[in-house]
């Protein structure tokens, strides 16, 4: 089963908690001097306050999070949601997407010369990451009604966005 870990999905709930903080700063246009403490970020996450320093630490040195010091310091997004991709916040985390030995840059597989279904699962690994450099925190923030997906005979599709509880 493919799955990311909760220190991944808890990072990419701060991000978002971030990217909406910025957006709300200023009628709804991004100010990247808009600074969020920890703290701030634990209570609008109802994450764990240690577990927000650590991630925004991972956060900061991945450079998708800016930090500033002194009291009038915070956190802040580095870059426009909009430019944020998922696979780039995959990649902090989880590390480059890789679903067999194969598919990953330094390979050590013995079989792969010989493996009949190495290409097929490179291929789904390549699948996999597009669509996920497509999606972007600002769409995480902000999901549309659907998302359009292109499989991989070229047909485009759409994914609908299946609102949570309480949502319209």
């Known amino acids: 089963m493919l799955r990311i870990s909760k220190l991944t999905d808890y990072g990419t709930m701060i991000l978002v908690h971030l990217a909406v903080q910025a957006r709300g700063a200023k009628d ?47 956190y802040a997004l580095a870059r426009n949601p909009a430019t944020i991709t998922a696979a780039e916040i995959l990649d902090v985390f989880e590390g480059p997407l890789s679903i067999t030995e194969c598919s990953t840059a330094d390979s050590r597989c013995e079989l792969e010369d010989g493996c009949p279904t190495g290409g097929a699962w490179q291929k789904i690994n390549r699948g996999i990451r597009g669509a996920l450099d497509e999606i972007t925190l600002a769409d995480l923030a902000h999901p549309p009604r659907e998302f359009p997906l292109v499989d991989l005979s070229g ?14």
């Open 28 to 74: 709804g246009v991004v100010d990247p001097e808009h600074l969020c403490s920890a703290s701030d970020v634990a209570s609008g996450t109802r994450l764990a306050l240690p577990t927000v320093q650590k991630l925004l630490k991972v956060l900061a040195r991945s450079e998708l999070v800016r930090s500033v010091r002194g009291a009038e310091g915070g």
């Open 155 to 168: 047909r485009s599709s759409r994914l609908r966005h299946r609102p949570t509880p309480g949502q319209g």
